[in-house]
């Protein structure tokens, strides 16, 4: 059944119904309730999925999760460049990264939910790719333990450092690390991109990177919504103006992962923004 919708889900019409779709039949029949397929990703790459996981069930049936920020990253990254992706999940954006990156280059790719860790783990390994390396921690602003609370299995992407709406009633310890510090002890030399997804604890990784900010001037690509900042202290403009003190400027990727500095044609549910160095206009 499964291949069945993905087959329809190429049709524009059925793929412009996609979230009604998922939203009336696939969720209220529970329909892919622990179904499990190994499918292709981004042509040759490999990713084992679970299917009735929302990011997981994107990919299975659209190609793609943030098809926008993936085409940037096609589109930016080159052989030999470092790309960090800090909330890696199950690997969506680092599988493709590593492709670019090449043999010279390197991926670094943090996930501290241990079940999105060993899923990302495992795609890497199906894979064979050799320059990804999995992190299982939290990254903030300083090198300590905290606590996780782990997401539900329809939505693993939303395990955060705060309460939130979507809790599996389970906590995680995890070790926190500071970017600059991880940097500086694996003896890093550069890096080119940093994406940024952790559920309200943006601002700490920023703040936690401030050397590699000013040493590096890596690009930026970060979710930016008032609602996971909510518990965090923090408000969406508080992240801007942190950025455009450090010299950044705000951006928006289209549909073909070209940057735009028409901020005001950034689609209403989209949240991902890409912060570039001044001088790289």
């Known amino acids: 059944m499964a291949k069945i919708f993905r087959f329809l889900f190429t049709c524009p019409f059925f793929r412009k119904r996609y979230y009604?779709?998922?939203?009336?039949?696939?969720?209220?029949?529970?329909l892919f309730r622990g179904v499990t397929e190994i499918s292709n990703y981004d042509m040759n790459l490999k990713m084992k999925l679970d299917l009735d996981?929302?990011?997981?069930?994107?990919?299975?049936?659209?190609?793609?999760?943030?098809?926008?920020?993936?085409r940037y990253i096609k589109n930016q990254l080159y052989e030999g460049e470092v790309f960090v992706d800090i909330g890696a999940n199950v690997g969506a954006y680092s599988l493709i990264a590593s492709k670019f990156v090449g043999r010279t280059g390197k991926v670094i790719a943090f996930e501290p939910a241990s079940k999105c860790f060993l899923r990302l783990s495992k795609n890497i390994s199906m894979?064979?790719?050799?320059?990804?390396?999995?992190?299982?921690?939290?990254?903030?602003?300083?090198?300590?333990?905290?606590?996780?609370?782990?997401?539900?299995?329809?939505?693993?992407?939303m395990s955060s450092i705060y309460h939130h709406s979507k809790e599996s009633g389970i906590s995680e310890k995890v070790e926190a690390v500071s970017l600059d510090e991880y940097v500086e002890k694996k003896s890093i030399a550069h890096i080119s991109l940093i994406k940024i997804d952790i559920e309200g604890?943006?601002?700490f990784a920023l703040r936690g990177m401030r050397k590699i900010i000013e040493k590096f001037r890596p690009r930026i690509l970060i979710?930016?919504?008032?609602?996971?900042?909510?518990?965090?202290?923090?408000?969406?403009?508080?992240?801007?103006?942190?950025?455009?003190?450090?010299?950044?400027?705000?951006?928006?990727?289209?549909?073909?992962?070209?940057?735009?500095?028409?901020?005001?044609?950034?689609?209403?549910d989209y949240y991902n923004y890409l912060f570039l160095p001044a001088t790289s206009g």
């Open 20 to 30: 009604g779709i998922v939203f009336r039949i696939f969720q209220p029949l529970n």
């Open 53 to 70: 996981e929302w990011i997981q069930q994107h990919i299975y049936f659209l190609g793609y999760f943030d098809p926008r920020g993936i």
């Open 127 to 157: 894979n064979g790719l050799t320059n990804i390396i999995p992190e299982r921690k939290v990254v903030l602003d300083k090198n300590t333990q905290i606590e996780l609370f782990i997401s539900n299995k329809n939505n693993m992407g």
């Open 201 to 203: 604890s943006e601002m």
């Open 223 to 268: 979710e930016l919504k008032e609602e996971t900042l909510a518990d965090s202290g923090y408000r969406v403009k508080d992240i801007e103006q942190y950025l455009f003190n450090s010299g950044y400027e705000k951006y928006i990727i289209d549909e073909q992962g070209n940057v735009l500095n028409d901020l005001k044609k950034q689609p209403e």
